[in-house]
């Protein structure tokens, strides 16, 4: 997963449509200024294809909104109007833009050495990104040669947590393309998987409208933004978007579930049902005439969708199998419009999941809960929300005194070179996903275990157990030293813990990462391994103690 997803907000989202020309909320935008009489008249398939050939080719920088009657999520920034701050008696979005440019270019200069000086913003674009991704082109001065130049940024800022400067660069040169290289590029776009990005929170009433979304702030877990985020993008990078489970949910996201009793799509008396019915019976009867098989549909069992210059449904549905007489599950990828023919863009049998190495556990097939999850800020000091963990000592006169990022930085260093196992809390004054697990407190006791530290101890035991079954061994289990934990589908938890060697009678320190979904009694040992030779140390160390007591 992290290698999966870490850098996603280096990524060009493709261009999707919101409205066509007829709605009303297209004439809202300061940007669209071509009318029905304008020439050449573009239909909406040639204006989503000249949407995603621009920004293909300037990864979103350089569009010419002129060309476009119809609205997507790409849009132009108003310098003058006040769209992205909480209080509009100080900045225009010209200004914000001016000093989110200046930033970068100040990052820029301090990295590369160089000493280049802002001059003005050209031009901005923007498209939502869990807050917005702003892709700013600005000119400089470069006082080695006296020549303006251009630059460009792009930046993800939100009003909850630190901006982002995700790059600054001088402003490619344009490549010369053959002309064809577009459409090979861009051909069979339909099958890309889109990724998962936020619409609203709970908070919105929007949410509410949405007959699949279930879930309550009184359900346990509670989840918070960011981790249903991470949740809904692991679920649609494990099932290509087929199998989401919307009851985890109280975001609303682009990904939506089918309701078979509605007629969203079609009008009555044909139900949305049924039109999944007929778009599955002529993607099977599609994959059957080009695999010569004779698979017989038998009934839709669930449909997802997105937006895709139309909808792009995601259907699940089982088929008969003449040759065994048994039935099958099948996937069908379909982009639907009313104003055009269905394109079928796949079907198959449903992907076998892929069983993992012989660590992870047999119900744990596609290894999702072995990924380390990247560190991310929820709060920071004097921000909204922000509550002092009783975990955490450090104060604002401490040194030495870190910026968020800073600190953003150092957890990440300390998750990534310890798997998530070995954090200094001391150092930090933000809250991130990672928490330690604090022994003689009772946040984990319940009735059957009085503190932290006795519930900790049972999960270390149960995987010392599944660890000695698997490699024959006899190690017992002496205490829990630390733990940490965070949130994945329920709370991850990481304990590093001490074992005696009957072998050769010595301490030495294990680790286990175990996901506990305690609300509803399944426990789950996903891994539990002896640290690598970089703890050697530690693992002396821990001896002398242990031999001192």
């Known amino acids: 997963m992290v290698e999966s997803f870490e850098g996603w907000t280096s990524w060009v989202e493709d261009a999707y449509l919101l409205c066509t020309p007829e709605d009303p909320e297209c004439l809202k935008h300061h940007y669209i200024t071509r009318t029905e009489k304008d020439e050449p008249q573009y239909t909406v398939d040639e204006e989503i294809s000249m949407m995603n050939e621009q920004i293909t080719k300037s990864e979103g920088f350089d569009i010419d909104f002129s060309l476009f009657r119809c609205l997507f999520n790409y849009h132009l920034v108003d310098p003058d109007d006040y769209d992205f701050l909480e209080d509009e008696t100080t900045e225009t979005n010209g200004d914000f833009m001016k000093r989110l440019s200046q930033e970068s270019l100040k990052r820029y200069n301090d990295e590369c050495g160089t000493k280049f000086e802002f001059h003005e913003v050209v031009k901005a674009n923007f498209h939502g990104s869990v807050g917005y991704m702003f892709l700013i082109t600005f000119q400089v001065f470069d006082p080695s040669d006296d020549q303006e ?8 800022y939100t009003t909850h947590y630190p901006t982002e400067f995700v790059f600054c660069r001088p402003k490619p ?17 339909t099958s890309w998987v889109e990724d998962a990005y936020l619409l609203c929170t709970p ?21 918070t933004v960011e981790e249903e985020i991470a949740m809904m993008n692991e679920q649609i990078e494990n099932s290509e978007g087929f199998d989401i489970d919307f009851s985890l949910f109280r975001c609303l996201f682009n990904y939506h579930l089918v309701d078979p009793d509605d007629i969203d799509f ?11 019915k007929r778009l599955s019976k002529e993607s099977l009867n599609v994959f059957n005439k080009e695999e010569g098989t004779e698979f017989e549909f038998v009934k839709v069992v669930k449909a997802n969708f997105h937006y895709s210059a139309g909808f792009m449904f995601l259907i699940t549905f089982q ?23 269905a394109e079928y863009v796949f ?13 992870t556990s047999e119900e744990d097939v596609k290894g999702w809960v072995t990924w380390l999850e990247p560190a991310y800020l929820l709060w920071k000091p ?46 930090f004054r933000c809250v991130f996903n990672y928490h330690p697990a604090v022994l003689h407190s ?6 059957d275990f009085e503190t932290t530290e006795d519930f900790l101890k049972m999960l270390a035991q149960e995987a010392l157990d599944v660890y000695n079954g698997r490699h024959v061994t006899e190690y017992e289990l002496v205490k829990v030293v630390t733990a940490n934990y965070h949130f994945a589908c329920a709370i991850m938890f990481l304990i590093t813990f001490q074992v005696k060697d009957p072998y050769d009678d010595k301490i030495k320190l294990f680790q286990t990462r175990v996901r506990q979904v305690k609300y509803i009694g399944i426990k789950k040992v996903v891994k539990s391994h002896v640290p690598k030779d970089v703890k050697k140390q530690k693992l002396e160390d821990e001896l002398l103690c242990a031999t001192r007591s």
């Open 266 to 276: 079609v009008e009555e008396p044909e139900t949305n049902g049924d039109l999944m």
């Open 442 to 447: 009772d946040l984990f006791a319940d009735d």
């Open 347 to 359: 079907c198959r049998p449903r992907p076998e999941p892929e069983v993992d190495s012989d660590d």
């Open 173 to 189: 040169n344009p490549e010369v393309d053959s002309g064809e290289t577009y459409k090979e590029d861009v051909k069979g776009w």
């Open 149 to 156: 130049k251009t630059f460009q940024a792009r930046i993800r």
């Open 203 to 223: 908070e919105d009433p929007e949410c509410l409208k949405h007959h699949y979304i279930t879930r309550t702030e009184k359900d346990e877990p509670q989840y």
């Open 382 to 427: 004097g921000g909204r929300g922000y509550e002092r963990p009783s975990y955490m000592t450090k104060t604002e006169k401490d040194e030495p005194k870190l910026t968020p990022e800073q600190e953003l930085a150092l957890m990440t260093k300390e998750v990534n070179a310890s798997d998530g196992f070995d954090i200094d809390f001391s150092s």
């Open 319 to 341: 088929v008969l199998d003449p040759s065994d007489n048994q039935e099958k599950l099948f996937q069908a990828r379909v982009r639907y419009s009313t104003r055009f023919p």
